[in-house]
């Protein structure tokens, strides 16, 4: 019986082409859309995300403007904070411009940074050949230097740049190694810039305070206690002058991300479902009017023994059908649109299961939802009325 | 000693329109014998509509009895009623009642996949049956691919398909001419001497005929009879 309604479904579906696609159409567009937007959105999400944790989701950044007596960090700050539990390490870093010169040629306007070996064992892909700058460098004040893609391109044409000397401020340094070349996507342009041992950058440049300092955490889950911490080290130094320092928690900051953008994802298909529901009003009106048109047809199958069920079954899954043709055809759109949105914004795109049932069994909901009411009219209609009415 | 399967003692339909009292059916008494060809003959109006609908299941009558097959048919739940449609009652109907979109084959077997009879076996009977009435060869057709003869003939055999106790047609050739019309009577005449119980309701004398019993209803009320023209 259920296998009869089915095929029956599909051959009423199939003899009323036109009317079918039009009012799943409304279905089409419902389920499309609510999969293009949560697909778009959980893609962006994790493309976000990933960025942030790959900036590290156990680091803890300071900030420091300092006041006007004391610009920055000192050493010894640096070194209480290393001293702190449930730390890894500290990786201080010192900004500066500088000039750079090779064999006569001179670069200006050459962004410095002054980094310890503790950022390099943390960070990913951030020189392209060579080597880092490791512990030795940073113990010994060494004269080394990592230079940007332009820099080398500008001031070693024809050369490998590896094992050269280079000016930095006037004083000489060996290069040992060229930074990563950097997008138009990351947070800072490594093109024109060079990293020295900051420690070199106290002692040899001459800079008194460091700027900005990322600590990292050993345990994620005391990331909270570890920050409180930091924090109180900060305000010893700075006398308590709150604004002369800010302190930002990576941990805290992907869980923010990840909240709002799970609120977002919900508004969007709230407000996609609005169609939804307009497809499955589109539904019920259809139904609506071939249980009128085909009146005679259900007096005729009630004479033949259809019990009242059989009909209003019949009817039910000629509506889940439809709606589920619909949200197959609006499922497929919807991940279409998903899938070439995410290549246009360069976010990830991912389908999960729970998109596919979502859109599965939405749209079967729909069908039983907005058919029920038809077909209980049509397993309510009085045989004899019905098969007067041709 | 024939047997009975149809006895309606005083049986009395009313409908209430408004306020109004409608007495259709004024106290019928009807038997009907297995193998019975039996014509009743009434104008339109004369109650002979309601009067299927109650041999047909599909209305209840508002007081005395009716019993087919030995039961007693009342105001029972509309689940029960179709069983009982299903099983003793085949409906031959005077706009034929195919459902377009299905093959003549598909069409017999309507009835069938009610009752709950698998798919090989419907198939197998529907074709049996199409053959039996002289469409072996139309099975795959489509109503609108088929002469009205042909369409009557499919609606025959889907009543028989089920072998209910009684075919009950309802002016079964007023939509032929009458060349066609006196070909469904064969039909119908062969059908009664394979010992098929017949009742055939119509307005034309003619077509009443061919029945082996005539009963005239006028005004609600059932006279037994011979035919005068």
Redesign the interface.
């Known amino acids: 019986?259920l296998k009869?309604s089915i095929k029956m479904a599909i051959?009423?579906i199939i003899?009323n082409k036109m009317r079918s696609f039009l009012t799943m159409l409304g279905i089409i567009i419902g389920v499309g859309s609510v999969i293009a937007l949560i697909t778009i959105v959980s893609g962006a999400t994790s493309t976000v995300t990933d960025q942030v944790a790959s900036m590290g989701a156990n680091t803890v950044t300071v900030q420091v403007q300092g006041t006007p007596l004391k610009q920055g960090l000192t050493q010894g700050d640096v070194n209480k904070i290393a001293e702190l539990p449930n730390i890894d390490g500290v990786a201080p870093t010192i900004s500066g411009q500088t000039t750079v010169a090779f064999d006569g040629n001179a670069m200006d306007e050459i962004t410095l940074q002054g980094k310890n070996d503790v950022y390099f064992e943390n960070t990913e892909d951030v020189i392209s050949s060579g080597r880092i700058i490791n512990t030795i460098d940073t113990e010994n004040q060494s004269r080394v230097a990592l230079i940007g893609n332009d820099i080398a391109n500008e001031l070693y044409v024809g050369k490998n740049p590896i094992g050269q000397e280079i000016k930095i401020g006037g004083i000489t340094y060996h290069v040992i190694g060229i930074l990563q070349e950097s997008d138009s996507f990351a947070s800072a342009d490594t093109n024109s810039s060079v990293i020295i041992p900051y420690t070199t950058a106290m002692g040899v440049v001459g800079a008194k305070y460091i700027n900005s300092l990322t600590v990292y955490i050993a345990d994620e889950a005391l990331a909270d206690t570890t920050t409180r911490q930091i924090e109180g080290v900060l305000t010893k130094s700075f006398n308590g002058e709150e604004e002369s320092y800010s302190i930002v928690n990576m941990q805290s900051i992907l869980e923010t991300i990840e909240e709002m953008t799970s609120i977002l994802s919900m508004m969007l298909a709230g407000i996609a479902s609005i169609s939804l529901v307009v497809g499955g009003i589109g539904i019920m009106n259809m139904m609506l009017v071939s249980v009128t048109e085909r009146t005679?047809?259900i007096g005729?199958?009630?004479?033949?023994?259809?019990?009242?069920?059989?009909i209003q079954l019949q009817f039910l899954i000629e509506s889940v059908v439809l709606c589920l043709i619909g949200g197959i055809i609006g499922f497929i759109l919807g991940v279409s649109v998903a899938w070439v949105v995410a290549n246009l914004i360069g976010t990830s795109f991912a389908l999960t299961a729970s998109t596919v049932l979502l859109a599965i069994g939405f749209s079967a909901a729909i069908g039983v939802v907005f058919g029920f009411m038809p077909a209980r009219k049509a397993s309510r209609l009085n045989?004899?009325d019905a098969?007067r009415s041709? | 000693m024939p047997e009975n399967i149809l006895e309606m003692k005083n049986l009395v339909k009313t409908y209430i329109m408004g306020d109004e009292e409608q007495v259709v059916l004024k106290g019928i008494d009807l038997s009907i014998n297995r193998g019975d060809f039996l014509s009743v003959l009434g104008p339109s109006g004369s109650g002979k509509s309601t009067l299927m609908n109650i041999i047909g299941c599909l209305d209840v009558p508002t007081s005395g009895t009716y019993y087919l097959s030995g039961e007693l048919i009342r105001d029972l739940p509309e689940v029960d009623l179709s069983h009982i449609r299903n099983r003793e009652i085949g409906f031959i109907f005077q706009q034929f009642q195919l459902l377009q979109r299905l093959s003549a084959q598909k069409n017999v077997e309507l009835p069938l996949i009610y009752a709950g009879v698998p798919e090989k076996e419907r198939q197998e009977r529907s074709a049996h049956i199409l053959e039996r009435v002289g469409l072996a060869d139309k099975m795959k057709n489509r109503p609108n691919q088929l002469s009205g003869g042909q369409q009557q003939r499919v609606a025959i055999a889907r009543a028989l398909v089920t072998e209910p106790t009684i075919l009950l047609a309802d002016e079964p050739t007023g939509a032929l001419d009458q060349q066609t019309g006196q070909q469904i009577m064969n039909l119908f005449k062969e059908l009664y001497q394979e010992g098929k119980t017949i009742v055939m309701i119509t307005h034309d004398a003619n077509v009443a005929k061919n029945g082996s019993r005539i009963v005239r209803i006028v005004d609600g009320n059932l006279s037994e009879g011979v035919y005068n023209a």
Request: no cysteine; glycine share 4%; hydrophobic share 35%.
């Open positions: 019986m009869e051959e009423n003899s005679s047809e005729l199958r009630k004479a033949l023994g259809a019990e009242p069920k059989q045989p004899i098969l041709i």
